[in-house]
C-alpha cells in the first residue's frame, strides 16, 4: 500500500510571514543570495507554484506546460509531500543557487531566486514586501484558479504548452 501525504490540517502559510521581525528589514537587498540563512532562502519563495509545473526543453528553450505536479494541492499552491518530495519524486528540483543559475532558464520570470540574481527587486505583490501569503494569489501570480491539469494520466505534454506572461 503506498503512503500517501496531505498537507497537515494545520498548516497555515501565513506564518511564514508572521515574524519577519527577527530578520533585517529588506535582508534580500542586502545579501546575496549565497549569503542568505536556510530561513532567509525559504521565504524568498512565493508560494506561486509555477515550478511544479511540467517543463519541456525544446530545441534549447525552457517551454512551460499547464500540467502540474500530481502532488500539488492546486487551492493553496503548495507541495503536499514538501518534506518527503525527492523521495517520491526523483526529477523533482531542488531550488538550490546553481539550479537558479541553470541555462536555459526554467523557474518562472516571477521567482525570487531568479530576479534576485538577475539584479532585480522582488515585485510589489511579493508576500515579504507585503506581508501575506495571499498577496501571490490576489495579484493573479500563482496558480490558483488558472486552468492547469494534473499529470496523472497525461502522455503528450507537448498538447498542454503554455505561453504565460508571468513565465
Known sequence: ??????????????ERYEH?????????????????????????????????????????????????????ETGSCLCRIYQHRFEKVPDCRDITLSAVREKPRWLPKTCAYWRLDNGLDLPDWHPLKTGRAASVHEAG???????????????????????????
Not at 141 to 158: A, Q
Request: proline fraction near 1%; include cysteine.
Open 1 to 14: 500500500m503506498t503512503k500517501e501525504y496531505v498537507l497537515e490540517a494545520d498548516f497555515n502559510p501565513q
Open 20 to 72: 519577519l521581525d527577527r530578520f533585517e528589514k529588506e535582508f534580500w537587498k542586502k545579501k546575496k543570495l549565497e549569503d542568505m540563512s536556510r530561513e532567509e532562502w525559504e521565504l524568498l519563495c512565493d508560494g506561486c507554484g509555477k515550478c511544479c509545473l511540467n517543463k519541456l526543453e525544446i530545441r534549447g528553450k525552457i517551454c512551460f506546460t499547464n500540467t502540474y505536479c500530481r502532488f500539488l
Open 141 to 167: 501570480m500563482s496558480l490558483k484558479n488558472r486552468e492547469i491539469v494534473s499529470e496523472s494520466g497525461i502522455e503528450d505534454y507537448e498538447n498542454y504548452l503554455v505561453d504565460w506572461q508571468d513565465l
